[in-house]
């Protein structure tokens, strides 16, 4: 029976490559934060502007209202029988009409006191008809008051209202101009939906603007995803198309990286070649020994077997700092290092006195057991052949770190300084050894741009074996 899914295997494994959507989209990010921040400035702009623009409108109304009040009290006068009169009409003629929406009332009020204007001292706007303006206590003062009331029921007065004396009259009276809030809301009204159609329409052309500069802002790294996945398919071995100037430094590493990864690979095809190389002879000598059933098998078994254990320990070293190298992390303090290694080895050659000076301050961008392998591996050499004398001194220039290992032994004469470096190579087989410390040494250093070179001891009179290795700022 067919199953319905005959590639869950294949499913499951393309699934598995997508790739995780934890972190968000990074455009949508920009655009939500660009839109928050355009919602909040347009809020608090528009509210400002509206309280603004409300105020003015509220200032304007009130003027009007303040330069009728004006006119009622320059042109106010008391007749006769004590009652207040015009002596002149108000221009205005709404004030003629009843129930005009504007209105005006002067009234006699008790100095200190509660309002005392009767129907008979009140004298009213025609507009007001069979209505009066309520005359508040509260202030004793000649100044202008502005407020809002709603003492009529159909409608919400907007109140000027001034004390004020007329000539020949000994009262204090109070003058009064309303008018509805109608128009004034109308217009309120009429700004408030303006405002907000025009700040959501910027608002909205805002946030389409910032999507717009984030997808093209970042489609230059789009193209870089591109790219990276065609380097992956094989379509392509570097990233070769121009970017931005803030893109490009990303390209530059991102191929740096792959030339890095490149040469590591090659370097480890090389290594497993050559350790195939090395390992093939003395497998071949021990193949033919067995089958010839020589009688010495055992003595070329052994012989054979430590060939083969110097050849894995020189490339197994070199493989371990070819891999460590990658670590922009890379650091290592010298003379600690240094301490550890003069510690193994006093304990190791009882009869060698090693001597440390130096920068006792000085780091090398080198792996820490990179660092001991190589030193260890000179000063032991050092204890080793020297007479007993072990001097070591390190000294810190602009471009690097300068180890010098020195020892009272015979040294190397000058035209087999080079060949010692070969792998297996010794002077003195007499003592225990592989051959494989200086090579390793100066492949080590050589994998960190570092070098080693062998000299003659100025001071000791033995070998001089100088370690550059690049410092570490």
Same mark, same amino acid.
């Given at each position: 029976?067919?199953?319905?899914?005959?590639?869950?295997?294949?499913?499951?494994?393309?699934?598995?490559?997508?790739?995780?959507?934890?972190?968000?989209?990074?455009? *949508?990010?920009?655009? +939500?934060?660009?839109?928050?921040?355009?919602?909040?400035?347009?809020?608090?702009?528009?509210?400002?502007?509206?309280?603004?623009?409300?105020?003015?409108? =509220?200032?304007?109304?009130?003027?009007?209202?303040?330069?009728?009040? &004006?006119?009622?009290?320059? /042109?106010?006068?008391?007749?006769?029988?004590?009652?207040?009169?015009?002596?002149?009409?108000?221009?205005?003629? #709404?004030?003629?009409?009843?129930?005009?929406?504007?209105?005006?009332?002067?009234?006699?009020?008790?100095?200190?006191?509660?309002?005392?204007?009767?129907?008979?001292?009140?004298?009213?706007?025609? /507009?007001?008809?069979?209505?009066? !303006?309520?005359? #508040?206590?509260?202030?004793?003062?000649?100044?202008?008051?502005?407020?809002? &009331?709603? =003492?009529?029921?159909?409608?919400?007065?907007?109140?000027?209202?001034?004390?004020?004396?007329?000539?020949?009259?000994?009262?204090?009276? *109070?003058?009064?101009?309303?008018?509805?809030?109608?128009?004034?809301?109308?217009?309120?009204?009429?700004?408030?939906?303006?405002?907000?159609?025009?700040?959501?329409?910027?608002?909205?052309?805002?946030?389409?603007?910032?999507?717009?500069?984030?997808?093209?802002?970042?489609?230059?790294?789009?193209?870089? #995803?591109?790219?990276?996945?065609?380097?992956? /398919?094989?379509?392509?071995?570097?990233?070769?198309? /121009?970017?931005?100037?803030?893109? =490009?430094?990303?390209?530059?590493?991102?191929?740096?990286?792959?030339?890095?990864?490149? +040469?590591?690979?090659?370097?480890? *095809?090389?290594?497993?070649?050559?350790?195939?190389?090395?390992?093939?002879?003395?497998?071949?000598?021990?193949?033919?020994?067995?089958?010839?059933?020589?009688?010495?098998?055992?003595?070329?078994?052994?012989?054979?077997?430590? &060939?083969?254990?110097?050849?894995?320990?020189?490339?197994?070293? *070199?493989?371990?700092?070819?891999?460590?190298?990658?670590?922009?992390?890379?650091?290592?303090?010298?003379?600690?290092? !240094?301490?550890?290694?003069?510690?193994?080895?006093?304990?190791?050659?009882?009869?060698?006195? +090693?001597?440390?000076?130096?920068?006792?301050?000085?780091?090398?961008?080198?792996?820490?057991?990179?660092?001991? =392998?190589?030193?260890?591996?000179?000063?032991?050499?050092?204890?080793?052949?020297?007479?007993?004398?072990?001097?070591?001194?390190?000294?810190?220039?602009?471009?690097?770190?300068?180890?010098?290992?020195?020892?009272?032994?015979?040294?190397?004469?000058?035209?087999?300084?080079?060949?010692?470096?070969?792998r297996g190579a010794r002077l003195d087989t007499g003592k225990p050894g592989t051959g494989l410390g200086l090579a390793i040494v100066r492949d080590v250093a050589q994998i960190y741009g570092g070098s080693v070179q062998l000299e003659e001891s100025e001071d000791l009179g033995g070998l001089l074996a100088? !370690?550059?290795?690049?410092?570490?700022?």
């Amino acid at each position: 029976m067919t199953s319905a899914f005959p590639f869950p295997k294949l499913r499951a494994a393309k699934g598995a490559q997508r790739p995780s959507k934890r972190g968000g989209s990074l455009t *949508r990010r920009m655009i +939500v934060v660009s839109a928050i921040w355009i919602i909040l400035l347009l809020g608090v702009g528009g509210f400002a502007l509206d309280r603004v623009l409300t105020r003015e409108l =509220e200032r304007a109304f009130d003027a009007q209202l303040d330069y009728v009040l &004006t006119a009622l009290i320059a /042109s106010a006068e008391i007749g006769p029988d004590g009652e207040a009169y015009l002596n002149r009409p108000p221009a205005d003629q #709404r004030f003629l009409e009843p129930n005009s929406g504007v209105y005006f009332q002067i009234s006699a009020v008790r100095t200190g006191g509660p309002p005392m204007g009767t129907a008979d001292t009140d004298f009213p706007s025609r /507009s007001l008809w069979d209505r009066r !303006l309520q005359v #508040r206590g509260g202030h004793n003062d000649f100044k202008v008051h502005v407020y809002n &009331t709603t =003492e009529f029921p159909t409608e919400t007065l907007r109140v000027v209202e001034r004390d004020a004396r007329i000539p020949g009259s000994k009262l204090r009276w *109070r003058f009064q101009v309303a008018q509805t809030r109608a128009e004034l809301d109308d217009q309120i009204t009429v700004l408030r939906s303006t405002m907000i159609t025009s700040f959501g329409i910027l608002g909205l052309g805002l946030i389409i603007l910032a999507a717009l500069q984030a997808l093209y802002g970042l489609w230059p790294l789009r193209r870089v #995803r591109r790219a990276i996945a065609q380097i992956r /398919s094989g379509e392509k071995s570097r990233i070769e198309e /121009s970017f931005p100037r803030e893109i =490009e430094p990303l390209t530059e590493e991102l191929n740096a990286l792959l030339v890095h990864n490149e +040469v590591q690979a090659e370097e480890a *095809r090389r290594h497993a070649g050559n350790l195939a190389h090395a390992l093939k002879t003395p497998l071949t000598v021990i193949t033919n020994a067995a089958t010839a059933k020589s009688p010495d098998l055992a003595d070329t078994v052994c012989r054979e077997a430590t &060939t083969m254990r110097r050849q894995v320990d020189h490339h197994l070293a *070199r493989a371990r700092a070819i891999g460590r190298r990658s670590s922009a992390q890379a650091r290592a303090d010298v003379w600690p290092s !240094l301490q550890a290694v003069e510690r193994a080895v006093s304990r190791l050659y009882e009869n060698t006195t +090693v001597d440390l000076a130096g920068d006792k301050n000085a780091s090398v961008r080198v792996e820490r057991q990179d660092l001991d =392998e190589m030193v260890g591996n000179l000063i032991e050499n050092a204890a080793k052949y020297g007479g007993g004398r072990v001097f070591v001194t390190v000294n810190t220039t602009p471009e690097c770190v300068e180890i010098d290992v020195e020892d009272d032994g015979k040294g190397i004469p000058e035209a087999e300084r080079t060949s010692i470096f070969d792998r297996g190579a010794r002077l003195d087989t007499g003592k225990p050894g592989t051959g494989l410390g200086l090579a390793i040494v100066r492949d080590v250093a050589q994998i960190y741009g570092g070098s080693v070179q062998l000299e003659e001891s100025e001071d000791l009179g033995g070998l001089l074996a100088r !370690l550059k290795l690049p410092l570490c700022s």
